[in-house]
């Protein structure tokens, strides 16, 4: 069965990093995108962009761009969310999510998500 | 603020039928026919309950059913259950420069 699941909670200080880890299973890799969503405390969702799991090709979204990286290692199915320069705004929840259908076909919605992963940036 | 408007809150009791809706733009929502409607439960990831305006995954109960007319989707759920109480978000795919746009979700509440 397919699976998705998101590394743990994170508490990062202001201009630091972190890695968010996406490791899927049950069905191939390589064949779905790997899309990345956050969810801000008491807001609706947010779309922040896609990697290409065959390329490793990643397309942000308008204003995920400079400071969010998406990244694979396709040895281990998992994708990588990457923030670097944490500001407090960032702290949210963040969804991996793998689209209904295969890369090349439009679905623009998922069926499997990752059970996120909290992201808090305090001093 | 969410590119897609939805009410902050519905109610209904148990077994009455409710409908959350969803507008947007001609390019989105009125656009396209790749409308989908989650379900978010407190703690809990979203969960697709219906993508493609009204096709429902397999194993979504039929009691959910969505439509779309011009810019506004609507989803309704009929004889409310108390599992039913939840977050309720649209998304649909963007012509803008975002490509996939949510609502800001909809607090169902059964009394």
């Known amino acids: 069965q397919v699976q998705v699941v998101q590394s743990g909670s994170e508490l990062k200080k202001p201009g630091a990093s972190v890695k968010v880890s996406c490791k899927a299973s049950?069905?191939?890799?390589?064949?779905?995108?790997i899309d990345w969503v956050r969810q801000a405390p008491g807001q609706g969702p947010e779309w922040m962009g896609w990697?290409?799991?065959?390329?490793?090709?990643?397309t942000y979204a308008q204003g995920f761009t400079g400071r969010f990286v998406f990244s694979l290692d396709t040895s281990v199915t998992t994708a990588y969310l990457q923030i670097s320069s944490l500001k407090a705004e960032d702290t949210a929840m963040y969804y991996c999510a793998r689209p209904v259908a295969r890369m090349g076909i439009r679905s623009h919605a998922f069926d499997y998500w990752g059970q996120g992963t909290v992201v808090t940036v305090s001093s | 603020q969410s590119a897609l408007t939805q009410p902050a809150s519905v109610s209904g009791s148990p077994g009455q039928s409710i409908t959350i809706s969803c507008t947007g733009t001609?390019?989105?929502?009125?656009?396209?026919?790749?409308v989908s409607w989650y379900q978010q439960h407190p703690g809990k990831a979203p969960k697709l309950i219906i993508y493609?305006?009204?096709n429902r995954p397999s194993g979504v109960s039929n009691r959910l059913s969505a439509s779309k007319s011009g810019n506004m989707a609507s989803l309704t759920i009929s004889g409310l259950q108390a599992e039913d109480e939840a977050d309720y978000f649209c998304?649909?795919?963007?012509?803008?420069?975002?490509?996939?746009?949510f609502g800001g979700g909809t607090k169902l509440t059964v009394l």
């Open positions: 990697i290409n799991t065959k390329t490793g090709n990643p």
């Open positions: 998304c649909s795919y963007s012509t803008r420069s975002t490509p996939m746009v």
């Open positions: 049950g069905y191939s890799f390589t064949d779905y995108a």
């Open positions: 493609e305006v009204s």
């Open positions: 001609s390019s989105d929502v009125g656009g396209d026919n790749y």
